[in-house]
């Protein structure tokens, strides 16, 4: 998979479902979906500070976020839908049902092209008499072009048609990103990709478990392949080549937290250097065939992986490559195929992988897809009812709040010099902000959408998505396009651009609520804000300058004051361990980390400012709590959740996030003023006698 440098406040919804199509399953159905008779219940509005979710029994210097979120860790099991329940997930759920309800009106009454246009692709989706009568027809054809494949040198045609009309990325991902040595090009840019499991440890790690996954991962394939018609021989065979090659192409895979190092992942070529790498691939027919604009030089972001990729493409027969190349584009679409690969897709993806119980509601699904492919288009009608002008005028005070409350930690770090603070304070000027919505909308109108055809919609899709991107490649950088949609749960930075993105779908309780206190607020949306500010200054994004070039703007010695403070925290996460027997990764989720830790103090120092303008402090108190307690508690809240044993399994291995848990208790243990407002004293679990502290 392609990394992305966008720096987000979760990982994206969906985004362990790992294939191309299924990855936007989500977890109510709708009366015209014939699987399912009830309706969609509107969900109930999350809200800040909740006060029944406090556990008292728990001592919150023990365990804070037990005593945070405990009643409603207890009041709040996972939905058999659902592999992870937490207030994201919540909002999330809001989000999506009115989405749903804008979906269903365009659907039965469209009052513009653009609402027929998305109230097609939506109605086309949920029509699954019309799915399961199709059967895999839809796909046939493009099975059909699999089975010509003869001679080797027509592959490039091939991998051309299937990632540039069915976004499906055999063997590899080809797209467009800012150049980190000149941030005003964009340029091409290729890598790694092509594996169907969640990461490459899952092919080549040697446990037991994994062991286990992989044997079930054997049967998920041959029962694709039967549904397409293969006997339990040809499917045995399939299977077996399909896991031959995926495994080849993991064990030459960089490692997720190698990815994360911007010096590893960029290798400016020529084209002729990536002809070098895999010279049996023919590459100005492939770049022919995506009808990619002239490139000279693009970033192999890995090229040991392309020289692999050759000896694939050089030692496999011709039935293991058509055998790979089948069961990526049957997997991408099953899920929206008829129902007994749906069936199976669900039961691999979401209930062995990630312990999900029940198949997700389709209307649910629909909406989740509908929103991937035409977010700006839906995003324009979601944001009128749903994010009022003066939410966005709010989140530019707290944002220029949070700002000066940066400004002013960088001036008081005591590990770092005045050569150094001042670039950092050149690097925070630069920041851009990005609030709700995009300024200008995206034009859909060459998208052509059926309503009796899904397949046909998401290939269309895939297609113009693609293209898109292609059509980036040597213009100029438009700083105000957005990487999500409006009504996104979520929130990034995005180094290349040096800028923080907050969509609407975020600013609304419990993150945000005009109604509660400075305190509330600062906990929630004031975290959000400081920990994608505080990225900027990672152990990433730390590596770019404030035009979002790849720079180093440091004195020798305060990098290395600064990489000793995050060696703590890759140590102190690292012995976190979410379920028995797997521990974090402390070095992929050190980024995330740093940013919670960061948020926080920011967070606090841009709360005491406000109160100090209302001439109010910290001690006072609302509902029996100092206005201190309440932005721990309001902070802690924000990640309350349950998550199945598997999803925190497969989480540990592939999610640069920490788990709620240490996400709530790892930031306030770093932190001396959480353990003054709970007279907690040194030597106890939140207040240790040694804390990380790096911004």
């Avoid at 728990?58 to 937490?86: E, L, T």
């Avoid at 399961?132 to 051309?160: E, F, S, T």
């Avoid at 590459?283 to 040991?304: E, R």
């Avoid at 999500?484 to 993150?511: K, R, W």
Wanted: net charge negative; aromatic share 10%.
């Amino acid at each position: 998979m392609q990394p992305t440098r966008l720096a987000s406040l979760i990982l994206l919804s969906g985004a362990l479902a790992f294939t191309s199509h299924a990855a936007f399953a989500s977890s109510a159905p709708e009366a015209s979906d014939a699987k399912t008779t009830a309706a969609p219940v509107e969900p109930k509005a999350p809200h800040s500070f909740d006060l029944t979710a406090i556990d008292k029994t728990a001592d919150p210097c023990v365990d804070f976020y037990q005593y945070a979120c405990g009643n409603w860790r207890k009041d709040n099991p996972i939905p058999g839908d659902q592999s992870r329940w937490g207030r994201f997930n919540q909002l999330n759920e809001r989000n999506r049902y009115l989405l749903y309800v804008e979906l269903k009106q365009a659907t039965d009454h469209p009052a513009s092209p653009l609402q027929r246009q998305y109230g097609d692709f939506f109605a086309a989706c949920m029509n699954t008499d019309r799915a399961d009568q199709l059967g895999i027809q839809p796909i046939q054809p493009l099975l059909d072009r699999i089975a010509k494949l003869d001679d080797r040198q027509q592959l490039a045609a091939l991998v051309a048609l299937l990632q540039s009309r069915n976004g499906s990325n055999v063997f590899f991902s080809f797209g467009v990103e800012q150049d980190q040595k000149d941030s005003t090009r964009q340029i091409a840019a290729a890598f790694q990709d092509g594996l169907t499991l969640p990461d490459r440890d899952y092919y080549i790690d040697k446990s037991d478990r994994m062991a286990k996954i992989r044997d079930q991962y054997r049967d998920y394939v041959i029962s694709l392949f039967k549904l397409a018609g293969d006997s339990d021989d040809q499917a045995k065979a399939e299977a077996g080549h399909v896991i031959d090659i995926e495994t080849t192409l993991a064990q030459n895979s960089m490692a997720r937290v190698d990815l994360r190092d911007p010096n590893k992942r960029y290798h400016l070529l020529p084209v002729s250097g990536l002809k070098s790498l895999a010279p049996d691939f023919d590459w100005s027919v492939y770049l022919s065939d995506i009808q990619a604009p002239s490139i000279n030089d693009l970033n192999v972001g890995t090229p040991d992986f392309f020289k692999a990729m050759n000896q694939v493409i050089t030692g496999q027969s011709l039935d293991a490559i058509r055998s790979y190349l089948r069961f990526h584009v049957i997997n991408g679409a099953a899920p929206w195929l008829s129902s007994p690969f749906e069936d199976a897709s669900f039961g691999f993806f979401q209930k062995t992988l990630q312990g999900q119980a029940e198949q997700t509601a389709r209307w649910k699904r629909c909406t989740a897809i509908t929103d991937r492919a035409l977010g700006e288009a839906v995003g324009q009608d979601w944001v009128k009812q749903n994010f009022p002008p003066q939410d966005k005028a709010s989140m530019e005070k707290l944002v220029a709040a949070l700002k000066t409350a940066l400004a002013s930690d960088i001036q008081s770090l005591p590990w770092m010099t005045e050569e150094t603070k001042k670039q950092a304070e050149a690097k925070l000027d630069d920041f851009r902000q990005k609030i709700g919505y995009p300024d200008k909308w995206r034009d859909y109108s060459k998208l052509e959408v059926t309503r009796d055809n899904f397949i046909t919609d998401i290939h269309n899709s895939d297609a113009f998505e693609f293209a898109w991107q292609l059509d980036h490649i040597g213009r100029p950088v438009d700083e105000k396009e957005w990487g999500m949609t409006p009504p996104t749960v979520n929130a990034y930075y995005d180094p290349s651009l040096n800028d923080i993105n907050f969509p609407a779908g975020i600013l609304q309780p419990p993150f945000y609520d005009a109604s509660k206190d400075p305190a509330v607020n600062f906990g929630g949306i004031g975290v959000v804000i400081g920990h994608e500010m505080t990225h900027g200054f990672d152990d990433e994004g730390s590596q770019y300058d404030g035009q979002g070039n790849v720079k180093n703007w440091w004195t020798p010695d305060d990098r290395k004051a600064f990489d000793q403070r995050t060696d703590c925290e890759v140590t102190e996460y690292g012995s976190f361990e979410p379920v028995s027997g797997q521990k974090l990764n402390g070095k992929l989720t050190l980024g995330e980390n740093t940013a919670d830790n960061g948020g926080l103090h920011i967070a606090w120092q841009a709360l005491l400012s406000t109160l100090a303008q209302d001439g109010k402090n910290v001690h006072q108190k609302i509902d029996g709590y100092t206005e201190a307690q309440r932005f721990f508690i309001s902070f802690a809240q924000v990640w309350c959740e349950n998550r199945t044993d598997q999803a925190s399994r497969v989480a540990a291995r592939v999610d640069p996030h920490s788990p709620g848990r240490f996400r709530a208790n790892g930031s306030v243990q770093n932190f001396d003023e959480f353990g003054k407002a709970f007279g907690c004293h040194k030597g106890q679990p939140m207040m240790p006698d040694n804390p990380c502290r790096v911004w």
